[in-house]
């Protein structure tokens, strides 16, 4: 079964600056997906950034970006020049790209790391 | 127009009743979903169904029954409720082709108290 891990329970960071969220993955999977989710106080869960481990290019939206090292199994997030409205729970998550079984479908989610951007 | 809807929002019940949450997803996605948040913020899946057809069920009481109508709902049903039942239960869907297709999209949660 696939674990992920998010050693980092709490972070902060000051506005406009950048900071990282760890996240390690266990799999014997060649093909999957990764996921960021971010759960700000309102409870509601966003689809932040999405990576497939086939492709090599990390993948980026705006201020968000990933470092997913395959072999270390490792998927960490960076957002850049942080904003208030960033402060939340992430959560990074995996999801299998094997077709066929239903549990292939499902997320399997870290612990979360509960970001605090400070003005 | 919201995408993945759940009613109610909040929840708040006495030990031993049975009560029932509800998911309607306006995306055409074939597959919906029900994930448990505990206190702690931990979310895990609980059942997921694909064209109204049961394909995950994990290790959950069965108390707990889901019920979909068709693919554009998936109801979650909790027969003599607990004390540890209490938790945010989410509902999700997504298309489960491969490709850009498989997001999940998640609703806004249900916030269950059961005294």
């Known amino acids: 079964a696939q674990t992920v891990t998010q050693s980092q329970p709490e972070m902060s960071v000051q506005e406009a600056e950048t900071v990282t969220l760890s996240c390690t993955y266990d799999t014997s999977e060649s093909d999957y997906y990764l996921f960021w989710y971010k759960q700000p106080p309102s409870r509601q869960m966003i689809l932040v950034i999405r990576?497939?481990?086939?492709?090599?290019q990390n993948a980026t939206e705006n201020r968000f970006s990933v470092n997913f090292q395959k072999a270390a199994k490792s998927f960490s997030l960076k957002i850049s020049d942080s904003q208030l409205g960033d402060a939340a729970m992430y959560f990074c998550a995996y999801r299998s790209a094997v077709m066929g079984g239903g549990s292939n479908y499902k997320l399997t989610f870290g612990k979360g790391t509960l970001l605090t951007v400070n003005p | 127009d919201t995408a993945v809807s759940q009613t109610p929002k909040y929840l708040v019940t006495q030990m031993g009743n049975d009560k029932s949450i509800k998911c309607e997803q306006n995306?055409?996605?074939?597959?919906m979903y029900w994930y448990k948040q505990d206190s702690k913020k931990f979310l895990k899946i609980m059942f997921s169904y694909n064209n109204k057809e049961l394909i995950i069920n994990e290790t959950v009481p069965n108390r707990f029954s889901p019920k979909s109508p068709d693919k554009a709902h998936l109801n979650l049903h909790i027969n003599s409720l607990e004390l540890g039942d209490s938790a945010v239960y989410f509902c999700a869907s997504s298309q489960t082709l491969a490709g850009d297709k498989n997001i999940q999209y998640f609703g806004a949660g249900t916030r269950l108290s059961v005294l």
């Open positions: 990576q497939e481990a086939y492709k090599q």
């Open positions: 995306l055409g996605h074939d597959t």
